[in-house]
């Protein structure tokens, strides 16, 4: 099951099937979709996403996937992950915020309690990240965290997905 995650100003837990409106609403917002996957997809393809998540991910227990709050509850301001991707041969963060979220180091924060949780809880020695390479604020972000380049990958539409690595700092 996925555990709770607390920082200063967040909170990561499960999503509840409550959650739903607001999840198809931060995948269909094309401020935060064009950096998650292949783009906005369809509000019903969001829709199966939101019940794969109860479906397959948490009835098998195969990765961890938390709706992100601020730290005293409300609606849904973002989305991560973390799990284990045959594209990284590792296991990879993932996260999404709400551009009323942006800009406040929320992502910062964000991106720390994920990767955290897979030094502590998982017990990684590296995690990965993937982004669009023209994705600005998400690779600052991540050279800002220490994360460093391992490679590009050439997608079939033509863009360039980069492949960025942080190890886990000796003795952590």
């Known amino acids: 099951m996925t555990p709770d995650l607390r920082t200063g100003r967040l909170l990561l837990e499960a999503y509840r099937p409550e ?38 991910v948490y009835a098998q227990g195969l990765f961890d996937v938390w709706a992100v709050r601020r730290a005293g509850g409300g609606p849904v301001i973002g989305h991560a992950e973390i799990k284990r991707t045959e594209q990284v041969d590792g296991h990879e963060i993932v996260y999404a915020l709400a551009p009323e979220a942006w800009g406040s180091g929320l992502g910062t924060e964000l991106a720390r309690a994920v990767i955290g949780y897979g030094w502590a809880t998982l017990g990684l020695a590296e995690v990965y990240a993937t982004v669009a390479a023209p994705n600005e604020g998400s690779l600052v972000l991540l050279d800002r965290l220490g994360f460093r380049w391992v490679r590009d990958i050439a997608e079939e539409d033509g863009s360039t997905t980069r492949v960025l690595v942080l190890p886990r700092p000796a003795g952590g």
């Open 19 to 56: 959650d739903e409106d607001e999840f198809v609403g931060l995948f269909q917002n094309p401020l935060v979709s064009r950096w998650m996957g292949e783009g906005t997809e369809t509000e019903e393809s969001d829709r199966a996403l939101f019940g794969r998540i109860f479906d397959k």
